[in-house]
């Protein structure tokens, strides 16, 4: 009977540890069930019940440290409360119909290590108190119409490890500060409005295993400091207005590389000379816009 009673205490402590969020973190959510029609989600919540019953709501030491609403149905913008989840450790809403703009207060999030909005329908610029996420490891933004340009601020999240925002709309140049994120092992830009040369700061990168910025508007030479990159696995920079000679003596030091997609730019150089130096090379792309010869596939026999 004795341990019964206990057992019966154990439980009804769990619950009340559970169910003890504050009342600015359960607003908080609370805001974003309303803001995003929460009614119409295809797991909603029951708002009389207890936050720790709530879908895809996970909390610990009564503390909301994660949100996942992935594949629900959330339409409508994210509001400025989100940025009351101070706790949260992940925030993942991807493949919804999230409109509007990121808001600014999601630089509130101090301990966010995942934030992931990807394949919904943001507008809006990237604001720049993103660069205050200083624990942040994976920022997925991709399949958005994000435009403008990438903030300066973003050279401030030391601790990403992968940066994924291709198919929106970014504009401008790659900002230098890029080479501040001295632990990105990967970064996938493509299918944006992006210019500019890509900065001589990108050598700093030394654990940058993917390299993805194919289909904008770079130009200008292929910076020789990727050869630095020597962890690289992939560098897909097609469909861009490069042009010159290729820099095979320092591409030559890729000896990771296994992917190097450099078609339908305007290069010149010796192909076959850098596919045979490089040991891991599995596809080899470097068909200029005015050239009839077929891309290559490296030989790997």
Same mark, same amino acid.
């Given at each position: 009977?004795?341990?019964?009673?206990?057992?019966?205490?154990?439980?009804?402590?769990?619950?009340?540890?559970? +169910?003890?969020?504050?009342?600015?973190? *359960?607003? +908080?959510? =609370?805001?974003?069930?309303?803001?995003?029609?929460?009614? #119409?989600?295809?797991?909603?919540?029951?708002? $009389?019940?207890?936050?720790?019953?709530?879908? @895809?709501? *996970?909390?610990?030491? $009564?503390?909301?440290?994660?949100?996942?609403?992935?594949?629900?149905?959330?339409?409508?913008?994210?509001?400025?409360?989100? @940025?009351?989840?101070?706790?949260?450790?992940?925030?993942?809403?991807?493949?919804?119909?999230?409109?509007? +703009?990121?808001?600014?207060?999601?630089?509130?999030?101090?301990?966010?290590?995942?934030?992931?909005? +990807?394949? /919904?329908?943001?507008? @809006?610029?990237?604001?720049?108190?993103?660069?205050?996420?200083?624990?942040?490891?994976?920022?997925?933004?991709?399949? #958005?119409?994000?435009?403008?340009?990438? !903030?300066?601020? &973003?050279?401030?999240?030391? /601790?990403?490890?992968?940066?994924?925002?291709?198919?929106? $709309?970014?504009?401008?140049?790659? !900002?230098?500060? &890029?080479?501040?994120?001295?632990?990105?092992?990967?970064?996938?830009?493509?299918? #944006?409005?992006?210019?500019?040369?890509?900065?001589?700061?990108?050598?700093?990168?030394?654990?940058?295993? *993917?390299?993805?910025?194919?289909? /904008?508007?770079?130009?200008?030479?292929? !910076?020789?400091?990727?050869?630095?990159?020597?962890?690289?696995?992939?560098?897909?920079?097609?469909?861009?207005?490069?042009?010159?000679?290729? !820099?095979?003596?320092?591409?030559?030091?890729?000896?990771?590389?296994?992917?190097?997609?450099?078609?339908?730019?305007?290069?010149?150089?010796?192909?076959?000379? =850098?596919?045979?130096?490089?040991?891991?090379?599995?596809?080899?792309?470097?068909?200029?816009?005015?050239?009839?010869?077929?891309?290559?596939?490296?030989?790997?026999?």
């Amino acid at each position: 009977m004795k341990t019964l009673k206990i057992t019966l205490v154990l439980c009804l402590v769990t619950t009340l540890t559970f +169910a003890n969020v504050s009342v600015k973190e *359960k607003d +908080a959510l =609370l805001s974003i069930y309303n803001a995003t029609d929460g009614k #119409n989600w295809i797991h909603t919540w029951d708002v $009389d019940a207890t936050v720790d019953t709530w879908y @895809g709501v *996970k909390i610990k030491d $009564d503390k909301v440290i994660g949100l996942d609403l992935s594949f629900n149905n959330l339409n409508g913008q994210l509001p400025e409360a989100i @940025g009351d989840l101070i706790h949260l450790r992940y925030l993942v809403l991807f493949k919804n119909n999230i409109t509007g +703009a990121i808001p600014h207060r999601i630089g509130d999030l101090k301990q966010l290590k995942t934030l992931n909005i +990807a394949f /919904n329908k943001l507008e @809006g610029e990237l604001p720049s108190s993103i660069g205050q996420l200083s624990t942040l490891s994976r920022l997925e933004l991709f399949m #958005n119409r994000i435009h403008g340009t990438l !903030p300066a601020a &973003i050279g401030d999240l030391t /601790n990403l490890r992968k940066l994924e925002m291709y198919n929106n $709309d970014l504009s401008g140049n790659l !900002p230098i500060e &890029i080479g501040n994120l001295t632990n990105l092992k990967e970064i996938y830009l493509s299918s #944006n409005r992006l210019s500019g040369i890509i900065p001589n700061s990108i050598k700093n990168l030394s654990k940058l295993e *993917k390299l993805s910025l194919f289909d /904008n508007k770079f130009f200008g030479a292929v !910076p020789s400091s990727l050869g630095d990159l020597v962890n690289l696995q992939e560098l897909i920079l097609s469909n861009n207005l490069f042009y010159g000679d290729v !820099p095979t003596e320092h591409l030559a030091n890729l000896s990771n590389l296994k992917i190097l997609l450099l078609n339908n730019n305007d290069l010149k150089g010796d192909f076959a000379s =850098l596919q045979q130096a490089l040991p891991q090379i599995i596809q080899f792309e470097y068909k200029n816009l005015n050239d009839t010869k077929n891309s290559a596939l490296a030989d790997t026999d």
